[in-house]
């Protein structure tokens, strides 16, 4: 006796990609968050090869703080950013943060100057 299966026709060989389970997962999780007034990261996601590092400004109730955050993998780092920074305010933020750093560690202006290579 045979039984037929519920499934008049094969799996298909080709299934649909994760990044679909994971993009649904990410939005699902962001909505959460934003319900819990968590405090997100307006600015850009790396990849350094072993791991995402998201790196922006978090704003919190008295103000805001520049911060790079090592995520193990894309959807966490996707998790934290509340909008994507374009990429001319984020050379120009990071340039920014790096003089502020240079300063605060005592380096003179020619010194901070060739440092960043101009």
Do not use: H
């Not at 966490?76 to 920014?96: D, G, H, I, W």
Request: charge should be positive; proline fraction near 4%; charged fraction near 25%.
């Amino acid at each position: 006796m045979s039984t037929k299966s519920f499934r008049s026709q094969p799996l298909p060989s080709v299934s649909r990609p994760l990044s679909c389970a994971t993009d649904f997962w990410v939005a699902q999780q962001k909505r959460q968050q934003k319900r819990q007034e968590q405090s997100l990261v307006w600015g850009r996601i790396q990849d350094n090869g072993c791991n995402f590092i998201v790196e922006g400004w978090r704003f919190w109730e008295n103000g805001a703080t520049w911060v790079k955050i090592p995520c193990q993998n894309l959807p966490t780092a996707q998790l934290l950013l509340c909008s994507v920074m374009n990429k001319q305010s984020f050379k120009a933020e990071q340039l920014r943060q790096a003089w502020d750093k240079m300063e605060r560690d005592g380096k003179s202006y020619n010194e901070i100057i060739e440092k960043l290579g101009y």
